[in-house]
C-alpha cells in the first residue's frame, strides 16, 4: 500500500504541478495564436502572465510559506535528551558520486544543525533518515551524501544509524522507529525544514512517538513583508513546492497518515 500511494503521489505531481501546468497552458496558448482559435489563444496567454504578475506583486509565496514556518517555532533545549534524527533531502547523491565529494542543495542546515547537536549531546542516539524519493535511480542514496558530510563536519559516524529505505516522509517516520524502537519515555529531538515540521510532526504523533521539533532552514523573516515586484515562472516555481506540502498535509490527513489536520505545538 505504501509502494502504490507513494507511485500515485509522484505520478501525480509530475503532470500537475503549478508551474508544469502553466507552462502547458502558455505553451498552448502560443500554438494557438497562430491557429483560427487566436482569441483563446490570447486569453490563454494573457491568464497565464496576469497570474505571473499577480503572483510577483502580491507576496502569497511569503504567506503561505509563513503559515508553514511560524507553526513550530525554535524550542528551549531541554539539558538531556535520548535521540537526535534528521530527515535527508538536501543531499545531491548522483552529483555526489560523480564528484567523489558531498554535494549539497538546499536545505544544508538540517545536517549542520544536526552536527552542531551532537556535540551539545554526546550521549545522544543519533539517526539520520532518507533514501530516495526518485521513481528512477532508487540507487543514489542521499545517506551517502550525509555520511560524507558528517565525516568533513568531524563526526563520528560509528554514533550515527542510517535509515536508508526510506522515500518519503512517512517512511522516514516509520522506518527509523522501526529501527530504534524507541521507549515511550524517551526524549528526542527532531531536525527538519521548518516549513516541513507540521507534517513530520503530525505523522510522529500518529504512530505515537513523541519528539521536540527543531526548525531550521527559513525561507521567511518572521512577519512577511510587502514588496511590490514583477513575478516570473521562478515565482511559479517556488509557489510549487509550497503548494505540494499544503497538499501532502491534507492528503496525509485524508489518508489516515496524520491525525490532525494542521498540527501545532
Known amino acids: 500500500m505504501d509502494t502504490f500511494f507513494w507511485i500515485i503521489s509522484k505520478l501525480f505531481w509530475s503532470f500537475g504541478r503549478p508551474d508544469m501546468f502553466l507552462f502547458l497552458v502558455l505553451a498552448t496558448g502560443g500554438v494557438l495564436l497562430w491557429t483560427r482559435y487566436l482569441v483563446l489563444g490570447r486569453w490563454l496567454v494573457c491568464g497565464v502572465l496576469g497570474l505571473v504578475l499577480f503572483l510577483g506583486a502580491f507576496p502569497v509565496q511569503q504567506w503561505l510559506l509563513g503559515s508553514l514556518e511560524n507553526r513550530f517555532p525554535e524550542p528551549e533545549l531541554p539539558d538531556k535528551v535520548d535521540g537526535l534524527i534528521v530527515f535527508g533531502g538536501a543531499e545531491s547523491p548522483r552529483l555526489t558520486l560523480s564528484r567523489g565529494q558531498p554535494v549539497m542543495g538546499n536545505a544544508a542546515e538540517r545536517l549542520t544543525t544536526f ?13 539520520y533518515s532518507g533514501g530516495s524519493g526518485a521513481l528512477m535511480g532508487q540507487e543514489y542514496k542521499a545517506s551517502l551524501t550525509a555520511r560524507l558530510l558528517f565525516q568533513q563536519l568531524g563526526l563520528d559516524i560509528s554514533r550515527v544509524q542510517f ?18 524502537k524507541p521507549a515511550k519515555d524517551e526524549k528526542w529531538i527532531l531536525v ?47 509557489l510549487s513546492w509550497i503548494l505540494h506540502e499544503w497538499i501532502g498535509i491534507v492528503v496525509y490527513w485524508a489518508t489516515g497518515r496524520m491525525s490532525e489536520l494542521f498540527p501545532s505545538p
Open 115 to 127: 552536527v552542531y547537536l551532537s556535540r551539545r549531546y554526546p550521549g545522544a542516539k543519533l539517526v
Open 163 to 180: 535509515e536508508s529505505r526510506s522515500r518519503n516522509t512517512w517512511e522516514n517516520v516509520v522506518y527509523s522507529k522501526e529501527m530504534i
Open 192 to 238: 527538519d525544514s521548518a516549513y516541513r515540521l507540521p507534517r513530520a510532526v503530525g505523522i510522529f504523533r500518529k504512530i505515537n512517538w513523541q519528539v521536540i521539533p527543531f526548525p531550521v532552514d527559513y525561507n521567511t523573516f518572521p512577519h512577511p513583508e510587502f514588496r511590490l515586484g514583477l513575478g516570473n515562472f521562478s515565482t511559479v516555481t517556488g
